[in-house]
């Protein structure tokens, strides 16, 4: 009995923050899949119930049957969701690679500064992160606007004559996006680096490689893992993203994840809206699943 | 040792440059004097002033302070059991599922998390306003708690809490006479991290939020969409001083505490002995 308790308490470590996620996290998509199958009905809430429990079994069962595939027919009917799905990806696809074409060299000069300064590097790359995301994407409207900073600085110094139209394009997105989620790219990537042994480097040179052909022999294959994890935490988030395309982009930026907040809060179409995540959900599950590999894998990596 | 050579300062110079310009810039136009915000015409603190009389922002600021005080407390002890049961079990029913659940919320677009915790919310009968909001942020802020704490653990000396074990501690003491005070700066810039997400939250909580539970970023979201103002700027900025500050004080924990860690496992050593 004496001994029964602590383990008990131990094994409570594991159940209680266990618990919490599959009921917070996990339920929660059975439910979204659940109401896609639903019909919108002018209720509150908006869909035609769940499960009558007080009809018993046979309430169950008879609603059951009411489910209806009818909001993924309505999603492959009306083309503009498609389009949404393919354009968001594309989006993430680009800025993750423009995050990676920039964060890398960044990554790279921090690891290479003289260790007494890094610590202080590493702060000031994580405090933007910490800084509101919607400040950051806000920040960047006053900036971009046609009477806005960089067209005055522009003009100023003579390099264009009429103001560059970027805010509320696409362009504008991609400044965004690759802004708002550049720390993500670069944490990956140096820590990467800063672990990687200095005299694999020095033995490549030694044997005759040029100092770039050094980099991408050795340098590069063995920063991979942080390349890869940025890569991932860039790509995902930024296929669902909704403020960025929201305050920064224009009539011609589709993306799902502004979709699916219209959906939501202007037609109140709850059933649709779960569709809709629910779909983006399946594209997003390989990656997803590949990131917690990555991650699990560096977890016992650092034993 | 290698120089730092010129390409690499200047890739940091540049990065670092791209990204605290626009931050500064934000900063410098709260005190402009001018209601045009790209038009410097001196400078004034009248809209820092004008603040204090916005009684439905001031609301808004003190909704989302204690979300986000109540949120990152409830998500760091959630982090940290969740860190403990990932790094001291590398075996038990369901791991694979239950570190999935930890990584997942990470990378997870903000709009699925929203909608499918308001559906459990409106599936479960929860009347929505400040506590749903409050269990949104403790669920996905936890997960990065989990994620900062895992990784001091992982490079904690174990030996320490085994000998204590050995003496005849139970696994609860030792975990709070030896292990905690030691992860303890993890286990700090958790919370600051958690308190950060919750303050800056915008999608979860409009998802998830109720008739009279309006937070600060969805105060300044709706007046954005009217356009850029000194006001917003202002706000902003007060935002980013906090932060600065808390990271600040994250920081200069965590380097005292590192200076003193070896010292304090020495201490641990001599506690149970």
């Given at each position: 009995?004496?001994?029964?308790?602590?383990?008990?308490?131990?094994?409570?470590?594991?159940?209680?923050?266990?618990?919490?996620l599959?009921?917070f996290f996990l339920v929660p998509f059975f439910i979204v899949f659940r109401i896609s199958l639903s019909q919108t009905?002018?209720?509150?809430p908006p869909y035609?119930?769940?499960?009558?429990?007080?009809?018993?079994?046979?309430?169950?069962?008879?609603?059951?049957?009411?489910l209806s595939a009818a909001n993924y027919v309505w999603l492959t009917e009306d083309v503009l969701y498609f389009n949404a799905y393919v354009s968001s990806v594309v989006i993430a696809t680009v800025s993750t690679f423009?995050t990676?074409?920039?964060?890398?060299?960044?990554?790279?000069?921090?690891?290479?500064?003289?260790?007494?300064?890094?610590?202080?590097?590493?702060?000031?790359?994580?405090?933007?992160?910490?800084?509101?995301f919607?400040?950051?994407v806000?920040?960047?409207?006053?900036?971009?606007?046609?009477?806005?900073?960089?067209?005055?600085?522009?003009?100023?110094?003579?390099?264009?004559?009429?103001?560059?139209?970027?805010?509320?394009?696409n362009?504008?997105v991609y400044?965004g996006i690759?802004?708002s989620y550049?720390?993500f790219?670069?944490?990956?990537?140096?820590?990467?680096?800063?672990?990687?042994?200095?005299?694999?480097?020095?033995?490549?040179?030694?044997?005759?490689?040029?100092?770039?052909?050094?980099?991408?022999?050795?340098?590069?294959?063995?920063?991979?893992?942080?390349?890869?994890?940025?890569c991932l935490l860039v790509f995902i988030p930024a296929v669902g993203e909704f403020v960025v395309p929201d305050l920064l982009g224009?009539?011609e930026t589709l993306m799902i994840g502004k979709t699916l907040w219209n959906e939501f809060n202007s037609n109140r179409d709850w059933p649709v809206s779960s569709a809709v995540a629910t779909i983006l959900l399946l594209i997003l599950v390989i990656p997803i699943v590949y990131f917690q590999n990555?991650?699990?894998?560096?977890?016992?990596?650092?034993? | 040792?290698?120089?730092?050579?010129?390409?690499?300062?200047?890739?940091?110079?540049?990065?670092?440059?791209?990204?605290?310009?626009?931050?500064?810039?934000?900063?410098?136009?709260?005190?402009?004097?001018?209601?045009?915000?790209?038009?410097?015409?001196?400078?004034?603190?009248?809209?820092?002033?004008?603040?204090?009389?916005?009684?439905?922002?001031?609301?808004?600021?003190?909704?989302?302070?204690?979300?986000?005080?109540?949120?990152?407390?409830?998500?760091?002890?959630?982090?940290?059991?969740?860190?403990?049961?990932?790094?001291?079990?590398?075996?038990?029913?369901?791991?694979?599922?239950?570190?999935g659940m930890?990584y997942a919320p990470l990378v997870m677009p903000e709009v699925i998390t929203g909608l499918s915790l308001l559906l459990l919310f409106v599936a479960?009968?929860?009347?929505?306003?400040?506590?749903?909001?409050?269990?949104a942020?403790?669920t996905f802020?936890?997960c990065?708690?989990?994620?900062?704490?895992?990784?001091?653990?992982?490079?904690?000396?174990?030996?320490?809490?085994?000998?204590?074990?050995?003496?005849?501690?139970?696994?609860?003491?030792?975990?709070?006479?030896?292990?905690?005070?030691?992860?303890?700066?993890?286990?700090?810039?958790?919370?600051?991290?958690?308190?950060?997400?919750?303050?800056?939250d915008l999608v979860i909580a409009s998802f998830t939020?109720?008739?009279?539970?309006?937070?600060?970023?969805?105060?300044?979201?709706?007046?954005?969409?009217?356009?850029?103002?000194?006001?917003?700027?202002?706000?902003?900025?007060?935002?980013?001083?906090?932060?600065?500050?808390?990271?600040?004080?994250?920081?200069?924990?965590?380097?005292?505490?590192?200076?003193?860690?070896?010292?304090?496992?020495?201490?641990?050593?001599?506690?149970?002995?």
């Amino acid at each position: 009995m004496a001994k029964l308790v602590p383990a008990l308490v131990s094994r409570l470590v594991i159940i209680i923050p266990y618990a919490w996620l599959l009921f917070f996290f996990l339920v929660p998509f059975f439910i979204v899949f659940r109401i896609s199958l639903s019909q919108t009905a002018i209720a509150m809430p908006p869909y035609t119930p769940i499960f009558d429990l007080a009809e018993g079994l046979s309430g169950v069962f008879e609603s059951m049957r009411e489910l209806s595939a009818a909001n993924y027919v309505w999603l492959t009917e009306d083309v503009l969701y498609f389009n949404a799905y393919v354009s968001s990806v594309v989006i993430a696809t680009v800025s993750t690679f423009l995050t990676l074409l920039i964060g890398y060299p960044i990554a790279y000069g921090m690891a290479k500064a003289p260790r007494s300064m890094r610590p202080m590097l590493l702060m000031m790359v994580i405090l933007p992160f910490w800084t509101s995301f919607l400040i950051r994407v806000y920040a960047w409207i006053a900036i971009l606007k046609p009477e806005g900073l960089l067209n005055q600085f522009l003009l100023a110094i003579g390099i264009i004559d009429q103001p560059l139209i970027i805010l509320n394009t696409n362009s504008a997105v991609y400044i965004g996006i690759v802004y708002s989620y550049l720390p993500f790219m670069v944490l990956p990537i140096y820590s990467a680096l800063e672990k990687m042994d200095h005299s694999l480097i020095e033995a490549a040179q030694d044997l005759g490689c040029t100092p770039i052909k050094a980099f991408w022999r050795v340098t590069f294959p063995l920063s991979l893992p942080g390349v890869v994890a940025g890569c991932l935490l860039v790509f995902i988030p930024a296929v669902g993203e909704f403020v960025v395309p929201d305050l920064l982009g224009g009539s011609e930026t589709l993306m799902i994840g502004k979709t699916l907040w219209n959906e939501f809060n202007s037609n109140r179409d709850w059933p649709v809206s779960s569709a809709v995540a629910t779909i983006l959900l399946l594209i997003l599950v390989i990656p997803i699943v590949y990131f917690q590999n990555v991650q699990s894998k560096s977890e016992s990596g650092g034993r | 040792m290698e120089r730092w050579s010129r390409f690499n300062i200047a890739s940091v110079l540049l990065g670092f440059g791209f990204l605290y310009l626009p931050i500064v810039l934000l900063v410098i136009f709260s005190f402009n004097e001018s209601r045009l915000v790209t038009v410097w015409a001196g400078f004034s603190t009248k809209w820092y002033s004008q603040l204090w009389y916005n009684e439905s922002l001031l609301n808004a600021a003190w909704v989302t302070v204690r979300v986000a005080f109540l949120s990152a407390s409830l998500a760091t002890v959630l982090g940290t059991m969740a860190a403990l049961a990932l790094v001291r079990y590398s075996r038990f029913r369901g791991r694979v599922l239950f570190s999935g659940m930890v990584y997942a919320p990470l990378v997870m677009p903000e709009v699925i998390t929203g909608l499918s915790l308001l559906l459990l919310f409106v599936a479960i009968g929860l009347d929505r306003g400040f506590w749903t909001i409050t269990l949104a942020h403790i669920t996905f802020t936890m997960c990065f708690v989990a994620v900062v704490v895992q990784s001091r653990l992982l490079s904690f000396d174990q030996s320490i809490e085994e000998a204590a074990l050995d003496l005849g501690a139970t696994p609860v003491r030792a975990f709070f006479a030896i292990t905690l005070p030691v992860i303890a700066p993890a286990v700090f810039s958790g919370w600051v991290l958690a308190f950060t997400l919750s303050l800056d939250d915008l999608v979860i909580a409009s998802f998830t939020t109720g008739p009279g539970a309006t937070t600060l970023p969805m105060k300044i979201y709706s007046q954005v969409r009217l356009g850029v103002t000194p006001e917003i700027n202002a706000i902003c900025t007060i935002l980013i001083g906090i932060v600065a500050l808390g990271a600040t004080i994250a920081s200069l924990v965590t380097k005292r505490r590192e200076v003193q860690r070896e010292r304090d496992e020495r201490a641990a050593f001599a506690a149970i002995g």
